[in-house]
């Protein structure tokens, strides 16, 4: 017996432009508009989650030093500032 799927319907208000402008992207692509919106709703998530993560990893601070410890590293090994 073949695994169904249970799909959600969303009914999204936009502009006539909007739409048109949606629908032509689609139809050069060879593709339904649901599936052009599909695929943009996923690439957008997809986004968002890599935003998330790179902000997650920039608070890690194992092997960074401040920017004064930097500073004082160059200056002992006598390298310029300038």
């Known amino acids: ?3 169904t799927v249970k799909k959600t319907r969303y009914f999204l208000d936009i502009e006539p432009d909007l739409r048109n402008r949606v629908k032509a992207a689609a139809a ?3 593709k339904t508009m649901r599936d052009w ?3 943009a709703i996923i ?3 997809e986004d968002e989650i ?3 993560d790179g902000l997650a ?3 890690d601070a ?3 030093m401040s920017f004064r410890a930097y ?3 160059r200056k002992d090994r006598g390298d310029d500032a300038e």
């Open 1 to 3: 017996m073949p695994i």
């Open 43 to 45: 690439a957008k998530l």
């Open 50 to 52: 890599d935003a998330a």
């Open 57 to 59: 990893s920039m608070s």
């Open 71 to 73: 500073l004082e590293s």
């Open 37 to 39: 919106l599909t695929e």
């Open 62 to 64: 194992e092997g960074t």
């Open 28 to 30: 050069l692509q060879g």
